[in-house]
């Protein structure tokens, strides 16, 4: 005769099953089968750690979908829905982008990470060293040696190579003039970061001086790069909120967004993204394998993803 264990018996039993089977992963199943679209800009850590997330979505069962997206008008995007988050929200340019898709609503703050953040012009620090610029990094030695930082297209002044102007628009115009410098210095705005490393590798080979826009976490903390020390930034210091312009710019957070529908579309991968939580030293080696050991962003990823299991695979528990 084949004995059955009670009702209320077997039904213990295949709770605590269901319950199981969710613990170890089978929750996910209730993600969306719609893709995570993530957003690709132009600076090398937040096109490698796009695929890097993107990679661990994937390995969670997510569809994942790249585009590319200006990094102003991205957060307007995640807001609509046409975009599902942003990983790299530098407060100094991209956080009044930032909250002002928030206060529209349809944006959520996702956490912020470990790594603390600083862009800004600076040197290679070799160009203090050999003390090419007496007085650096304080930014009042500028005054006095424009024409070490002059190149062929600065017209006879002292050259600042910027980023993208889509990157801070007029801002350091703007700061050129505040500090009564633009009759010997002017902006040159790099079309892309490539630019701006070929700059740094031209300038070292050739013995010259450069100012470059640079930020970190960034694979030129390994080499040695030095901001330079402007007047301390404070709200409403710049002239966009009613400031002079003089202004440096303030050390922040580094912060991820998300459109308000993916924690209920994609509840696992949500959670992950939340957990996700990198340091300078790790995004600077994502950058690195791009900008130093010459991976392509997708490689740079697969590579970095296999060295640090250890790091992300518990993200997704």
Request: proline content about 5%.
């Amino acid at each position: 005769m084949k004995l059955q264990a009670p009702t209320s018996l077997r039904a213990l039993v295949v709770a605590g099953c269901v319950s199981l089977l969710s613990a170890t992963g089978i929750a996910r199943a209730a993600d969306s089968t719609a893709p995570i679209v993530i957003p690709i800009h132009n600076w090398s850590s937040q096109v490698v750690m796009a695929y890097v997330i993107g990679g661990m979505f994937e390995k969670m069962g997510s569809n994942v979908e790249y585009v590319p997206a200006d990094s102003q008008a991205v957060y307007e995007s995640i807001r609509n829905g046409d975009v599902t988050l942003s990983h790299e929200v530098w407060q100094s340019t991209f956080g009044k982008s930032f909250y002002n898709a928030m206060a529209k609503g349809g944006v959520i703050d996702a956490g912020t990470h470990s790594a603390t953040t600083l862009e800004e012009m600076g040197v290679p620090t070799w160009v203090i060293e050999k003390n090419l610029c007496p007085g650096l990094p304080n930014w009042e030695a500028l005054k006095d040696c424009p024409e070490v930082f002059a190149t062929a297209d600065s017209g006879g002044k002292g050259r600042w190579l910027e980023g993208p102007q889509s990157w801070h628009g007029d801002l350091m115009p703007e700061r050129l003039e505040a500090l009564g410098l633009a009759d010997t210095w002017t902006v040159k705005f790099a079309g892309g970061a490539d630019a701006l490393w070929t700059e740094l590798a031209s300038a070292k080979k050739e013995g010259r001086g450069t100012i470059v826009f640079n930020w970190t976490p960034n694979f030129t903390d390994a080499d040695g790069f030095t901001f330079i020390e402007f007047p301390e930034y404070t709200e409403g210091c710049r002239k966009a909120d009613g400031g002079d312009g003089s202004c440096g710019s303030p050390k922040g957070w580094l912060k991820k967004a998300a459109n308000y529908k993916f924690p209920k579309t994609h509840p696992a991968a949500y959670t992950a993204f939340t957990k996700l939580d990198f340091s300078t030293t790790q995004i600077g080696q994502m950058a690195a394998l791009v900008d130093v050991d010459k991976l392509d962003h997708k490689d740079a990823a697969k590579q970095w993803l296999a060295d640090n299991e250890a790091v992300w695979m518990p993200w997704t528990k």
